[in-house]
């Protein structure tokens, strides 16, 4: 069955609105969780680490005010876009680490649409 | 700078031949590489890894072989069936960076019957 759950899986807005994207580990705790972005026939850009009880670290040319991330608890990490525009139009991956494991699972991926 | 490369963007193999995917990679601090296997609109799914201290590792039809001293790895799939043509990417994590993974740009891969 599923380790990590995104919701929502497909999502169109108008431009200038925010969207959230929920990501949560379904099997396990996380104090982290990564957010990746693809775009059509691209590799994964790793966006940001989500941390539990702390700030987001960011990857360069990320925008931390564009994106914002919440590690809500040891399951849930939100990533908001604000002000959507429709460059932002992508797919939107998280994964998440297990503990005392090398592997990262990844969630099923949000379709983001920008009108 | 693309610290992991797959420089194949496609490969298309006969069903019961064996496929070889190939990664580079530039960053000596990487210590595990992991294969993940992706169809459109989904998320990643993990193959199979290896860790910088083997030079191979095997599961079922999967292999991936490590040569560190060329910064190469490769996934071999014997025999192709399929139900494996999907993009297949190579990523690597850093023992100093937290975790992350660094992906290549994927390979398509077509198994025809």
């Known amino acids: 069955g599923a380790v990590v759950s995104q919701h929502p899986s497909r999502v169109i807005c108008k431009s200038g609105t925010s969207v959230k994207i929920e990501c949560r580990s379904l099997?396990?705790?996380?104090?982290?969780m990564f957010w990746y972005r693809q775009f059509p026939k691209k590799s994964l850009m790793l966006m940001a680490t989500?941390?539990?009880?702390?700030?987001?670290?960011?990857e360069q040319g990320v925008e931390k005010d564009k994106f914002l991330i919440n590690h809500a608890s040891l399951t849930l990490s939100t990533l908001t876009v604000t002000s959507a525009h429709p460059e932002d139009s992508s797919f939107y991956i998280c994964?998440?680490?297990?503990?005392?494991?090398?592997?990262?699972?990844f969630g099923p991926g949000t379709r983001l649409l920008v009108l | 700078d693309q610290q992991v490369k797959q420089n194949s963007p496609s490969l298309s193999v006969q069903e019961g031949r064996i496929s070889i995917l190939n990664c580079d990679y530039t960053?000596?601090?990487?210590?595990?590489f992991l294969w993940y296997k992706k169809y459109p609109a989904e998320g990643p799914t993990f193959l199979i890894s290896i860790s910088s201290i083997k030079d191979k590792n095997e599961d079922g039809r999967f292999t991936v072989f490590l040569n560190k001293s060329a910064k190469h790895l490769s996934l071999h799939i014997v025999p192709s069936q399929p139900g494996d043509s999907a993009v297949y990417f190579c990523?690597?994590?850093?023992?100093?960076?937290?975790?992350?993974?660094?992906f290549g740009q994927g390979t398509e891969l077509s198994v025809k019957p």
């Open positions: 994964s998440v680490p297990r503990t005392g494991s090398e592997t990262q699972y």
């Open positions: 989500s941390n539990e009880g702390s700030k987001a670290t960011y």
């Open positions: 990523a690597a994590r850093a023992y100093n960076q937290g975790g992350k993974l660094i």
């Open positions: 960053n000596s601090m990487f210590d595990y």
């Open positions: 099997d396990f705790q996380a104090t982290t």
